[in-house]
């Protein structure tokens, strides 16, 4: 059986990206089972390599002769997306230029995905000061992967040995999250949740819902009912789907080892919800996914750490495990 072709965007070329894209493709835990390939600047990458003492990429392919050749692609390579000075910037200092590129690399890796040129996509970070300089203004990869693969429905869910939990609501401001909870979009992420544990566990899991108040509105005691008018009702729903679902629970009580041991899967309502504890337990092996889309997409679950860039320092474990679940989720 082939190896899975999987495309790594190379991220923000001031942050960790590229180091870690390096440490990658000289993997051999990840090219004995997949092909990597890193949609990146392959002179930007080698001058990485000599700062870093990383090995510089052997392969590289043009964009010109890239379609005719990713379908006999059994190597780890670099698209080289030329494009981007690789001496005309500072790595660990965030710009407008580095924001652009870092976009161009998930725009193209969009692109093979949709033409099934590869088998899925895992991202490095990107800086959202960056894009947003650049005018771009997706608040992460989440949305331009959700919007360019026209996805109808789709959530950021980050797994890990230690949980797994999958977001409602990800990038806005806390008082911006109850106006946009509805009952459906509670509903479609567990359903999306429910799908993707069971096709890379391979059981049916035990979903647990969070509650949005403290002690999970303590019936009435705190909040403005969200919990008996919005969360319960998709609790419900889910259940009359056959799905095991419980909750609301309180969330300071909601991750402790004794009730980890009990759930596969979080369905958290708000970003730090999650990403709090999962950080505090799997920082470096966490891997963030993107449920809903037409080709499986995983990222790292860090950002661009520009106070480390380019200095030989950064941990490209995330990166790894992500570029693993990719292949097991297009498998």
Request: proline share 7%; hydrophobic share 45%; charged share 20%.
């Amino acid at each position: 059986m082939p190896k899975p072709l999987i495309a790594i965007t190379m991220g923000d070329p001031a942050g960790v990206g590229p180091e870690i894209c390096l440490q990658l493709l000289a993997n051999e835990e990840v090219t004995k089972q997949v092909t990597p390939v890193v949609f990146g600047d392959a002179r930007l990458l080698s001058r990485c390599a000599r700062q870093t003492g990383l090995p510089a990429p052997k392969r590289i392919i043009s964009e010109i002769g890239w379609a005719e050749k990713c379908d006999s692609l059994d190597e780890p390579a670099v698209l080289d997306l030329y494009g981007f000075d690789a001496e005309d910037f500072t790595p660990g200092t965030v710009s407008a230029k580095t924001g652009a590129a870092g976009y161009r690399y998930v725009e193209k890796s969009i692109e093979a995905a949709l033409a099934k040129q590869v088998a899925a996509v895992a991202t490095a970070p990107l800086n959202k000061e960056a894009l947003h300089a650049a005018g771009i203004k997706y608040p992460g990869h989440t949305e331009m992967f959700a919007e360019k693969m026209s996805a109808e429905r789709s959530c950021m869910t980050f797994f890990s040995e230690e949980m797994i939990c999958s977001l409602v609501t990800v990038h806005i401001g806390y008082q911006d999250v109850v106006p946009v909870l509805t009952t459906q979009r509670i509903l479609d992420v567990i359903e999306l949740t429910a799908e993707a544990v069971q096709r890379v566990r391979g059981k049916k899991p035990r979903i647990a819902v969070c509650g949005l108040n403290p002690h999970a509105g303590e019936h009435g005691l705190f909040g403005r009912g969200e919990e008996e008018s919005i969360i319960v009702p998709a609790i419900e729903a889910a259940r009359a789907k056959g799905h095991i679902v419980e909750g609301p629970l309180p969330p300071d009580t909601a991750f402790i080892a004794p009730k980890r041991r009990m759930v596969d899967a979080y369905i958290c309502l708000y970003h730090d919800q999650a990403l709090i504890p999962l950080k505090a337990l799997a920082f470096d092996t966490a891997v963030n996914t993107t449920l809903g889309l037409p080709v499986p997409r995983t990222s790292v679950d860090h950002g661009t750490a520009c106070d480390i860039a380019w200095q030989g320092k950064a941990n490209g474990r995330s990166l790894v495990e992500a570029v693993l679940l990719a292949a097991k989720m297009a498998s």
